[in-house]
């Protein structure tokens, strides 16, 4: 990766960082969005939507909504996306085994992204109280500029976290990869396949439907069955 | 019948209820016992487009609440009783309204109040008439959603509110 | 006093501006300045370029609601204010209105997009992501911004057009019960992606497809871990760990 590539992964960063919370909520933030759309601006898609498979289903069943901040899992598939392509070349490895570590070293740093996420949003409490100042003054246009500004510190949030994961996960890349590589790849497949499952376990866990255990049992059993005997 | 839960929250029906409570405690009933709600026929229909089909409705003023708690109308139903405030709840108890336990989700700031936790605020009024519900045998814990951690309402008050 | 309207211009601006409902999101307040924003061009084709005093307080405090139902509320006031404007004596007046709708309009986004639309559509995208197709995240985008778009116009005309009456239109169309179907098809996928996950497994193990059954009691246990409160970051590290762990052993 060149200058120019990690600036635009700088972009991206606040880009789907902003559609979180601020700023039209399309879904580019989710992972299995964000980490292609960064892996095609840098060149690699398919390594994107790998990333984007394994980290989707997580933390899907968490509201953005109220007072709760979820862990934040766009910028965990950004830069993991943007560890792979940028220590993967320089230790010299690639494809699932390069996925996989860096989505490892990605996920607990989202929780960094809790912490500037949550010191955005009390920037935004002076906004709110400037604003409606403004407002009662009279100043309508003061009350515009209060509100669009909520938008920067969103966006600085997103890419600080972006900024935490890239750099300490290509530190910690860089001590524990060479120790590490072996077992990732040793156990393969059934890393990929856990993180998958996890997800999907925290999400039918989560999820507020009476009969969904019997529905998620006879789904499985049903798929399961027809694909052997089929 | 039977009272599954009975909670003070000043927003009534909202996310919280219906998306984390009434799975938690499998409710199939959300009793609304309020004098100005039950007056308002048009804040009783934005209530009831909310709610699922699966879950009943009802909606009433606190004498009203009171007599079909009392009736078999509800002999089968496990049901989520709600207040707006400790005045409400302290009114359905001594209408004859009888829960062992009141949970406090909700209760909004405004001037004069003392806020405790994040989502409830209470003035002396408040502390005063919680402790003529209690002093009937109540039990009052405050838990917002069933996620957080119980507590006991005197640990909360003890604390000081600011 | 006849009641004024609001032009085409006016509320296609209301429109995008809800898109920027949440761009000051604060624990204090909420969405008080996103609300007002929403509504400014219509205050001003209402009131002219001065806003009277009274209106800046009435709207310029705490509000919160679902992000796809504001320009069906913001709709809503902008009709109650112009009949109050025009001197009409309303059965609720525009602060009752926004207090009473607030929380149910969010309880009924929460479930519907949050709990319903967001992980069918996922879900339906992490399938064709299997296939290995980058029309993934096109099928999820697509499949969760139709809805999306269609309610927060949609809602803006409702409220536009029908005033209080909006609710009863969204009333009749069963929004939490649509909620609750869309559940259930997401846990039925949910299984149908973990079933032929094991599938590829055993494939790949060559191992005979029964095995693959052992993987349903783990992921019911992880399950319910989950409903209990365990977080997605335990079980990772949990299942992570333990298998680098066997990896390594042997």
């Given amino acids: 990766m060149v200058a120019g590539d990690y600036l635009l992964a700088g ?8 559609d979180r919370v601020a700023l039209v909520q399309a879904m580019i933030s989710r992972p299995l969005v964000a980490a292609p759309l960064t892996g095609w601006l840098l060149g690699n898609p398919m390594i994107g939507l790998e990333i984007g498979m394994l980290l989707e289903l997580l933390w899907l069943g968490r ?3 109220g007072a709760a901040i979820p862990p934040d899992d766009t910028q965990v598939a950004v830069g993991a996306t943007v560890l792979a392509l940028s220590v993967g070349p320089l230790l010299g490895l690639h494809g699932m085994p390069m996925v996989i570590l860096a989505v490892l070293v990605a996920i607990p740093l989202g929780k960094f992204g809790q912490v500037f996420d949550r010191l955005a949003r009390h920037v935004n409490d002076r906004l709110a109280v400037s604003g409606e100042n403004a407002l009662l003054a009279g100043s309508t246009r003061g009350m515009e500029r209060n509100h669009l500004f909520g938008l920067a510190s969103f966006a600085l949030a997103s890419l600080a976290t972006a900024l935490v994961i890239v750099l300490v996960g290509s530190f910690i890349l860089y001590e524990a990869a060479p120790f590490l590589i072996g077992a990732v790849r040793e156990a393969g497949l059934s890393l990929q396949y856990s993180l998958v499952l996890v997800g999907a376990a925290s999400l039918l866990g989560t999820i507020n439907v ?21 | 019948m039977s009272i599954v839960l009975a909670r003070i929250d000043s927003r009534l029906v909202h996310g919280q209820v219906l998306e984390a409570w009434v799975p938690y405690v499998n409710a199939d009933c959300i009793v609304v016992a309020n004098d100005v709600v039950a007056g308002t026929s048009f804040q009783r229909m934005v209530m009831q487009a909310a709610v699922p089909s699966s879950v009943k409705l009802i909606i009433g003023t606190l004498e009203e609440t009171a007599s079909i708690l009392s009736s078999a109308e509800l002999l089968k139903k496990r049901v989520l009783l709600l207040f707006a405030s400790s005045d409400d709840a302290l009114k359905a108890r001594q209408l004859g309204v009888s829960f062992p336990k009141l949970n406090l989700g909700n209760m909004h700031s405004s001037a004069g109040k003392d806020r405790y936790t994040c989502t409830i605020a209470l003035d002396q009024e408040d502390i005063e008439k919680l402790q ?16 957080d951690r119980e507590q006991n309402w005197h640990k909360l008050v003890r604390s000081g509110g600011r | 006093m006849k009641e004024r309207g609001l032009s085409w211009l006016t509320l296609t601006r209301m429109y995008l501006r809800s898109f920027l409902l949440q ?112 029309w993934a995240p096109v099928v999820f985008l697509v499949l969760f ?106």
């Fill in chain 1, 11 to 18: 972009l991206v960063a606040m880009l789907t960082g902003l």
């Fill in chain 1, 63 to 65: 509201l953005p909504v």
């Fill in chain 1, 210 to 230: 009476n009969r969904s255990i019997s529905l998620f049992c006879a789904a499985f059993t049903g798929t399961l069955l027809v694909l052997w005997l089929g």
């Fill in chain 2, 132 to 147: 003529l519900v209690e002093d009937q045998g109540v039990t009052i814990v405050s838990q917002c959603v069933p996620a």
């Fill in chain 3, 23 to 134: 761009a000051s999101w604060n624990f204090e307040k909420l969405q008080n300045l996103g609300f007002f924003y929403l509504i400014l061009p219509g205050l001003h084709s209402l009131y002219g370029d001065e806003l009277p005093e009274e209106v800046c307080r009435r709207h310029g405090g705490y509000f919160n609601t679902h992000p796809c139902f504001a320009p069906l509320v913001a709709a809503t006031v902008l009709r109650l204010e112009a009949r109050s404007l025009a001197g009409e004596d309303l059965a609720v007046d525009v602060e009752t209105y926004k207090s009473m709708v607030m929380a149910p309009f969010a309880a009924m986004g929460d479930a519907l997009f949050w709990g319903g639309i967001r992980p069918l559509a996922a879900l339906i995208g992490l399938l064709v992501a299997s296939q290995g197709s980058l």
């Fill in chain 3, 145 to 250: 911004n139709l809805p999306h778009l269609v309610l927060r116009g949609g809602g803006l005309l409702l409220g536009h057009m029908q005033g209080l009456n909006a609710i009863e239109t969204v009333q009749k169309c069963r929004l939490p019960d649509l909620a609750i179907r869309l559940k259930e098809s997401t846990t039925i996928l949910i299984g149908i992606l973990c079933a032929y996950l094991s599938y590829k497994g055993c494939e790949h193990q060559s191992l005979s497809v029964v095995w693959g059954f052992v993987l349903l009691p783990v992921v019911l246990l992880f399950a319910w871990m989950a409903h209990k409160g365990v977080t997605s970051l335990f079980l990772v590290l949990l299942t992570t760990s333990s298998l680098l762990l066997l990896a390594l052993l042997f």
